[in-house]
């Protein structure tokens, strides 16, 4: 359970606009105090183009006090269930039979499947199969533990779901079953085109392709709503947090690519407060 849990709790990664020019997902930032922090943009898996980090990724979270990631570090299995329902109930014999061929596909107990809630498994079984539980976010918080630095969370479990979790049982399942149409083939091809587009380190181009991808699993003036909620909202808090934190420790700050840009985006946030702001290189 805990290969997928690393991987869930870190992939509400969607949407927002950067600047047309903006590209680098590895960023120095000098606050206007004069203190240097750092600003990653990762991707939530184990695909091995963007896990072979540059030296500069150690040395940058050794020559800062706490890496903060999105979600404050510790057992999550809480959130990730229904209380009192299983998809047993809601789904048909076809779906419940898709939903098994995903969960072995996946290496999940069907027995704790048909217990999440259905967004959840939506976003899960629209992702690759990870190989191993060392994607990017694992990595960083273990190569930070190495080098005895805390690790800190921007949001609590129950904040970090909070967006999702909104939407009704109703929508959820709406959501399920637009994955469950889709043939692994065509996964594939949207986990492809998502990689094409952050190795390329553009932006806003990860912001498009972000939405383009999850907006087809809702109704346009649903997701529309949700996508306030998940991006927009959370990155004014996290900016808050991050300058919060910043004025008396450095920081290294690893978040989705996605909410790097866009107006309310954080390297537009984090400008506009006085920060200074250089792009580095992460990997080949």
Do not use: C
Not at 129 to 137: C, L, R, S, Y
Not at 185 to 207: F, G, H, P, T, W
Not at 237 to 251: V, W
Request: aromatic share 8%; no cysteine; net charge neutral.
């Amino acid at each position: 359970m805990k290969r997928f849990l690393i991987l869930v709790i870190l992939l509400l990664n969607t949407v927002s606009f950067a600047n047309a020019s903006e590209r680098g997902l590895f960023w120095k930032l000098k606050a206007p105090n004069g203190l240097t922090h750092y600003l990653f943009g990762t991707i939530h898996t184990d695909d091995n183009r963007i896990i072979k980090f540059l030296p500069a990724v150690k040395k940058s979270i050794n020559a800062s006090d706490l890496l903060l990631v999105e979600i404050t570090p510790g057992d999550h299995s809480q959130n990730l269930f229904m209380k009192n329902y299983s998809l047993v109930s809601h789904l048909n014999a076809e779906e419940l039979n898709q939903i098994k061929k995903l969960s072995e596909f996946h290496v999940m107990y069907f027995e704790n499947v048909i217990r999440m809630k259905p967004w959840l498994l939506a976003i899960i079984f629209d992702s690759p199969k990870p190989h191993t539980e060392f994607n990017q976010d694992y990595l960083l918080m273990a190569m930070a533990e190495d080098l005895d630095k805390e690790v800190l969370g921007i949001e609590s479990s129950k904040e970090h779901f909070a967006s999702m979790d909104s939407l009704s049982l109703d929508e959820q399942l709406m959501m399920l079953r637009a994955v469950l149409k889709k043939t692994e083939k065509e996964r594939l091809y949207d986990y492809n085109l998502l990689m094409k587009e952050y190795l390329s380190a553009d932006v806003e181009q990860i912001r498009k392709t972000d939405e383009q991808l999850t907006g087809k699993l809702l109704p346009k003036a649903l997701w529309a709503k949700i996508k306030i909620q998940l991006m927009d909202e959370r990155n004014k808090k996290m900016a808050i947090k991050i300058k919060e934190l910043a004025q008396d420790k450095q920081l290294f700050i690893a978040v989705g690519a996605s909410h790097l840009s866009g107006k309310d985006g954080l390297l537009s946030q984090l400008r506009d407060s006085g920060f200074k702001l250089t792009p580095l290189k992460a990997f080949e």
